[in-house]
T-cell receptor, first 111, second 113 residues
Framework: EDQVTQSPEALRLQEGESSSLNCSYT??????LFWYRQDPGKGPEFLFT???AGEEKEKERLKATLTKKESFLHITAPKPEDSATYLC????????????FGKGTLLTVNP | DTGVSQNPRHKITKRGQNVTFRCDPI?????LYWYRQTLGQGPEFLTY????????KSRLLSDRFSAERPKGSFSTLEIQRTEQGDSAMYLC???????????FGPGTRLTVL
């Protein structure tokens, strides 16, 4: 069964304290790995898609990387506005569109 | 705003009542998805449309759930005889084939009393 596991479940950082979130996956035939940001009471906001091991994508203070078994979301010098739940997802069940999500990492950045 | 929109944003109903949610995708997107999310969990796939055709339904989608996408535009998700276990955030997403990136709406939060 395809699975996505995210760690840690929650992470508290001080403003400016860089860290990484982990997403490990088990899927037969990776068809992409997606990162989303979700604020409380809102829908997920698309951040990145990664398709092959070694690929990297960047957006402001966020950088996503991909290996054959896991992906990392690196947060450099975070600000309080980066506080959110970060979700990763992979297409599963042999499809390109049915996303299986992890439970997310709740990131809190204190000023 | 040209993003995915969902209505209503909140719905409170009594157990046993029927509810219907609407999703308007990004205008040029031909794929539309419904997901359900409960507290502390990631979204779970419910169903998928390509244009007006419903191509897949999850086992999570019991007989009380039905989704439609007439004319390949907006979509509705109906839940009949609601149960307390149906309380969740119902999320709609859309994408433009062949791209796989899905863009989500703000969700409809359902509370069944």
């Amino acid at each position: 069964e395809d699975q996505v596991t995210q760690s840690p479940e929650a992470l508290r950082l001080q403003e400016g304290e860089s860290s990484s979130l982990n997403c490990s996956y088990t899927v037969s035939g990776l068809r992409g790995l997606f990162w989303y940001r979700q604020d409380p009471g809102k829908g997920p906001e698309f951040l990145f898609t990664l398709y092959s091991a070694g690929e990297e994508k960047e957006k402001e203070r966020l950088k996503a990387t991909l290996t054959k078994k896991e992906s990392f979301l690196h947060i450099t010098a975070p600000k309080p506005e980066d506080s959110a739940t970060y979700l990763c997802a992979v297409p599963s069940g042999g499809s390109n569109y049915k996303l299986t999500f992890g439970k997310g990492t709740l990131l809190t950045v204190n000023p | 705003d040209t993003g995915v929109s969902q209505n209503p944003r909140h719905k409170i109903t009594k157990r046993g009542q029927n509810v219907t949610f609407r999703c308007d995708p990004i205008s040029e997107h031909n794929r539309l998805y419904w997901y359900r999310q409960t507290l502390g969990q990631g979204p779970e796939f419910l169903t998928y449309f390509q244009n007006e055709a419903q191509l897949e339904k999850s086992r999570l989608l019991s007989d009380r759930f039905s989704a439609e996408r007439p004319k390949g535009s907006f979509s509705t998700l109906e839940i009949q005889r609601t149960e307390q276990g149906d309380s969740a955030m119902y999320l709609c997403a859309s994408s433009l084939a062949p791209h796989n990136e899905q863009f989500f709406g703000p969700g409809t939060r359902l509370t069944v009393l």
